[in-house]
């Protein structure tokens, strides 16, 4: 039985008195599993995990994706994905700026994340809050008029379009980094696989546009259920602590990293983001 104390009033647990360091805590994670996909967010502190240790642990929730810009997977193991600010031999050791927007991991491909896995290495004493919404309760509080209207609608998520935003001050996509990263269309409105709990799915930057409606009513809407998504009231600020392990649930939940003081602090997160299937 997990000890649990809640982040919010409507999703998020924290659990303690874990250590996942030790493979003979494999039976807690899998309760972990279990629980993401009601909670939607779980964070554990304090841990001390060895990289391998957090791809096994990420595992036990799935196969695990590489991410596109392979020049970030810099551990030794290509399944984490390093957000940085920080330089060695002159060379950037992660991702900086990454996720600076709301969005739900890999929602630009055509099966997107279910879930991913954060660990924080080295963290700032200020600044660099990450911010978690929950999609669920989004879609729950809108007008049941404005529910019925977007139910059956789609929207184009761009990888290509949010790293142009992004990182236009860097070197484009090469090709094969478009190749593997084509614009797809999800529903607007998507179904969680396991519990069937309805939850909005949108985000900022990556979603281009919503789909089978005149463009300036598309823009509108999108800016409106964007708005929405991201109230206060559906929304949990973390404030990290090196050791801070959070798993989240992409299929209904969006988040946002905030920035901090780069030029005077390091950061290193380092994130494995598991597999999932496509939306509906
Ligand atoms: C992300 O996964 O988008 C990054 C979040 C963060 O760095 O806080």
């Known amino acids: 039985m997990l000890q649990t104390r809640p982040l919010h009033a409507g999703f998020g647990i924290e659990v303690l008195g874990l250590d996942l360091s030790?493979?003979?805590?494999?039976?807690?994670v899998d309760e972990l599993v279990r629980q993401v996909d009601r909670h939607s967010l779980i964070l554990v502190r304090g841990q001390a995990l060895s990289n391998q240790r957090h791809v096994d642990i990420s595992r036990r929730f799935?196969?695990?994706?590489?991410?596109?810009?392979?020049?970030f997977l810099t551990t030794g193991l290509p399944e984490i994905y390093v957000l940085s600010n920080v330089t060695e031999d002159g060379k950037p050791i992660g991702n900086h700026k990454e996720g600076w927007?709301?969005?739900s991991d890999l929602s630009y491909v055509a099966e997107p994340s279910?879930?991913?896995?954060?660990?924080a290495v080295e963290v700032p004493p200020e600044?660099?809050?990450?911010?978690?919404?929950?999609?669920?309760?989004?879609y729950e509080s809108l007008p049941a008029e404005t529910q019925a209207r977007i139910r059956n609608l789609t929207a184009t998520h761009s990888y290509a379009g949010y790293y142009?935003?992004?990182?236009?001050?860097?070197?484009?996509?090469?090709?094969?980094?478009?190749?593997?990263?084509?614009?797809?269309?999800?529903?607007v409105v998507r179904t969680h696989p396991v519990t069937g709990r309805l939850s909005l799915y949108v985000g900022q930057d990556i979603v281009k546009q919503i789909n089978d409606l005149p463009a300036d009513e598309a823009e509108t809407l999108l800016a409106a259920l964007n708005r929405h998504a991201i109230s206060d009231e559906f929304t949990y600020r973390h404030?990290?602590?090196?050791?801070?392990?959070?798993?989240?649930?992409?299929?209904?939940?969006?988040?946002?990293?905030?920035?901090?003081?780069?030029?005077?602090?390091?950061r290193i997160m380092h994130r494995t983001t598991v597999a999932g299937t496509r939306p509906f």
């Not at 649930?249 to 901090?260: E, F, G, L, S």
């Open 114 to 119: 279910m879930g991913s896995l954060l660990y």
């Open 127 to 138: 600044g660099a809050d990450t911010l978690f919404a929950s999609m669920h309760l989004a």
């Open 22 to 28: 030790a493979p003979d805590s494999d039976a807690a």
């Open 239 to 266: 404030k990290w602590q090196q050791g801070d392990l959070i798993i989240w649930d992409n299929r209904c939940t969006m988040h946002c990293a905030t920035p901090y003081e780069d030029t005077r602090y390091r």
């Open 62 to 71: 799935g196969d695990l994706m590489t991410h596109v810009l392979k020049q």
């Open 101 to 103: 927007n709301w969005h």
């Open 164 to 187: 142009g935003k992004a990182f236009a001050d860097r070197a484009p996509l090469t090709e094969e980094q478009k190749a593997r990263t084509p614009d797809v269309v999800h529903p």
